[in-house]
């Protein structure tokens, strides 16, 4: 598949990469050391970019998967954080969008357009590859439902307004017994732990998430009770060709941090990129980034088609986390003991990129979606 974007997606790539530029890399090690920027959010929000993924008639930009992807690579480029925020944010805004009555979309889509921060809650502490393994549990009452259980490593948590939350309705049905839900920051029961220390894309917020005796009425379940699982499997298809898109990027960050050094460190009399063994890194960073980005928009465009990607997402986010790291960590040795020292960049994109391959899938989980499909066609 040639993958050409419009005139409209170049002109919001530029957008992105000059806002990047101006506002998102200069805070990102402020991020690092201090967590969730609330200033820089508003920044977003004014620029357009939380409602990138909803349609004009509620306000938003109007745009599909390609062009959240645009996005999120180029603010990856300068802040893994920033891209993990707006990726969860976008994710649990598109459940809504795509699964939501029409009264539930009036509701919320201006909402996420105008700052109001979403989060998708499906990880719990005795459940993260085994997704289907939840025990939150919410029951029917005479007029709505009771929730009960706990949330853990759940983006934007602790920042968010409304979280969507998956839960059972009926144990008994495995996977057609969980359900989805809209759960507002300010409902009663709902208790917020404190921030992790997490070794990296530190900038976003991650807590755990306690629901004790939650009244939700009726109108908080999103979409069809028991279609819980499936929404949350397609959502997370999105998810990881926005992951390798934000592997893509931050693996261009740090090779050009290893190209500027590269240039201007010197040893035996020269310029270090004058050594092939080192110039010979830069040859395999590129085309593995391009390679990166190829596979990503070649899931993105078939989402955007209205295909199902559940194969090429994965192998776009498996490659693309796997290089990632890879990459991040021959850049960093191109800095030699340099690359150790916090007054480098380096040192934080290698921590960054680390989550990708546990975050929306571990590149276990990945490789048995990929090898099933292989091997069963
Ligand atoms: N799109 C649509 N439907 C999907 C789907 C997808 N991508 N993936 C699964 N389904 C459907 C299946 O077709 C099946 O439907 P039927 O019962 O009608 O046949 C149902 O969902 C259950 O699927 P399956 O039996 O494959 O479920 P498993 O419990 O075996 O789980 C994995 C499958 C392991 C792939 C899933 O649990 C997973 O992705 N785990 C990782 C979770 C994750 O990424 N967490 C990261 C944190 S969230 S940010």
Redesign the pocket.
Known sequence: MLIQLTEEQKMLRDMAREFTRNEIAPRDKWMDDNGFDWDLCKKITEAGFMGANIPEQYGGGGGGIVDTTIIAQEFAKGSASIATFMGGHWLASNLILENGTEEQRQKYMPEAVSGKIFA?G??EAGA?????GIKSQAVETEDGWLLNGSKAWI?NSGVADYYIILAMTDPEQG??GISAFILPKDAEGLAVGKFEEKMGVRGSATCELAFNNIKLPKEALLGVRGKG??MA??T??I?RISAAAVCAGISEHAMNLAKAYANERTAFGKPIKAFQGLAFRFADMYAEIKAMELLAYEAATTKDAGG?C?LDAAAAKLFATEKGIQICLQAQAVFGGNGMSKEYDIERLVRDIRVWSV???STE?LR??VSGTVLSK
């Open positions: 998708f499906l990880t993260g590859s085994d997704a289907a983006t996977t057609a699982f499936k499997m397609q997370l298809d998810g199902r559940t975050m929306e899938g989980i048995m979606i």
